[in-house]
């Protein structure tokens, strides 16, 4: 069985401080992880999928298999970088249409 | 281009009844997943259709079923509601094959109150 583990359900942080959302996952393949994040009053959307190595509105994630996890990272947090996180898992290749999702993290900025 | 579309964005409905929510994809998205998000489980994982075609179920009963269109259009069917489907329903759309498969677009969801 594939499961996703948020462990913090509320984040907060100074703006200017270094922000780690932390992610770990069970899954017997390969996974493909990424993160959504949803704004206030606005649709869930993709931030960031661990496949393409980017870095997205300062946000940068990487996959860990050996602790099995995927943090999201971000050096210098900023106000509007407040939402809701999830992060998220698919299995790679066929048969693997599905997304598991974490409970998810608040994150408040403080200014 | 276009988002993923839901409609309606609301609902009210009495135990009993049944409902049909609809879900029309971005463009050119060919795979539609629909997802039931409530404060206490989160993210759930319904089931998803490629080609008119189920290839994933997740583990719900079989109150809440699901089709698409040859246009890839869906709409998801819950019949006999009970209070506890009160919930927001999303609708994904991706790609469904190839290297953005999994890259999942969200619809704003359709919010059920089952009274």
């Known amino acids: 069985a594939q499961r996703v583990t948020q462990p913090e359900k509320l984040l907060s942080v100074f703006k200017g401080a270094p922000v780690e959302l932390k992610c770990n996952y069970s899954?017997?393949?390969?996974?493909?992880l990424f993160w959504y994040v949803q704004y206030s009053r606005q649709r869930l959307q993709l931030l960031l999928r661990h496949i393409s190595r980017e870095s997205i509105k300062g946000f940068t994630a990487d996959l860990n298999k050996g602790e099995t996890s995927f943090h999201l990272k971000k050096p210098f947090a900023q106000e509007e970088d407040s939402a809701m996180y999830y992060c998220a898992l698919s299995g790679l290749g066929a048969g693997s249409y599905q997304l598991t999702f974490g409970k998810g993290t608040k994150l408040s900025v403080i200014p | 281009k276009a988002g993923v579309t839901q409609t309606p964005r609301y609902l009210i409905k009495t135990r009993g009844q049944q409902v049909t929510l609809s879900c029309s994809p971005i463009s050119g998205h060919r795979s539609v997943s629909w997802y039931q998000q409530t404060p206490g489980q989160g993210l759930q994982f319904l089931f998803e259709y490629f080609s008119e075609t189920q290839r994933n179920k997740g583990n719900f009963p079989g109150r809440f079923s699901g089709r698409q269109f040859s246009n890839s259009r869906s709409e998801m069917n819950v019949s006999t509601l009970e209070l506890g489907d009160s919930a927001l329903y999303l609708c994904a759309s991706s790609m469904g094959t190839g290297q953005g498969a999994n890259e999942a677009f969200f619809g704003q969801g359709t919010r059920l109150t089952v009274v």
């Open positions: 899954y017997s393949g390969s996974p493909e």
